[in-house]
């Protein structure tokens, strides 16, 4: 399973990020969230911490995502099962999507109202 994203879809509310940090943590806290939402001038990207995420670790530098220039490593660093890019603010630990548990329920995918998060099969 993975989290598919459709960043055509995204409107930015950030409202996964909220209930990821509520979902792990009990407070809302977006710096606990294991997905950030970032906001571009013309496109929203949401990007999940963890190996349930599609990306190639073959690119450097930039990638274009509807005619806009994106710093390639965010979107490769967050998706690597062995790198992190965010970390516990307070403790440095590694954060990584792990589903919302067992079975899978990711709160991320339940709450977005746009549906730009969606949980489908491995092919």
């Known amino acids: 399973m993975r989290i598919k994203i459709d960043h055509k879809a995204c409107t930015g509310c950030k409202q996964c990020e909220i209930v990821c940090s ?36 073959n690119s450097k530098g930039t990638v274009i995502v509807d005619g806009v220039e994106v710093d390639a490593c965010v979107l490769c660093r967050a998706s690597c099962p062995v790198k992190s890019v ?17 079975p899978p329920n990711p709160q991320c995918v339940e709450w977005c109202a746009p549906n730009a998060l969606t949980l489908v099969e491995d092919a």
């Open 22 to 57: 509520l979902a792990h943590t009990g407070t809302v806290n977006p710096w606990r969230s294991r997905i950030r939402v970032y906001v571009g001038e013309e496109f929203c990207l949401p990007v999940i911490a963890g190996p349930y995420t599609e990306a190639a670790c």
């Open 86 to 102: 965010y970390k516990e603010p307070d403790t440095g630990i590694a954060l990584k999507c792990d589903f919302c548990g067992e």
